[in-house]
């Protein structure tokens, strides 16, 4: 093996590492859930499924809050992500968007 080639073989892994490391670590930080925005309650999705941030405040006289009762909330959902204790988390029916831990939503289910 020549001192060229093998040069020529270092450069050309630095030059696929270098890449991968910048992507993992933009991925890591989009992952971050502090860098995420708070889902609206007039988001036309959130509307749908009658999320509220607080769950005291749950429209109980709509027919899609029937099974809603004063107990559930984001922090005890099966779909909520992120860490326990968090004040605003990730939510798997909501990608991309944090969701109040006392939030509710018509998609609640207990978590496991
Ligand atoms: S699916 Fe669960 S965690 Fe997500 S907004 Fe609805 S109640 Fe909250």
């Known amino acids: 093996m020549?001192?060229?080639f093998s040069r020529r073989r270092f450069?050309?892994?630095v030059a696929v590492a270098v890449p991968a490391g910048t992507?993992?670590?933009?991925?890591?930080?989009?992952?971050a859930p502090a860098a995420l925005p708070k889902l609206e309650e007039t988001d036309?999705?959130?509307k749908a499924?009658?999320?509220?941030?607080d769950a005291k405040k749950v429209d109980t006289k709509n027919?899609?809050?029937?099974?809603?009762?004063p107990d559930q909330k984001c922090s005890n959902c099966s779909q909520i992500q992120g860490k326990d204790g968090e004040p605003w988390r990730p939510c798997?029916?909501?990608p991309g968007k944090l969701?109040?831990?006392n939030g509710w939503c018509s998609v609640w289910a207990k978590k496991a």
């Open 99 to 101: 969701v109040n831990a």
């Open 23 to 31: 992507v993992l670590a933009q991925l890591a930080n989009a992952q």
């Open 92 to 94: 798997g029916i909501f």
């Open 63 to 69: 027919p899609l809050a029937a099974r809603f009762k």
């Open 2 to 4: 020549s001192e060229n």
């Open 44 to 46: 036309p999705s959130a």
């Open 49 to 53: 499924l009658l999320y509220v941030h």
């Open 11 to 13: 450069l050309a892994n």
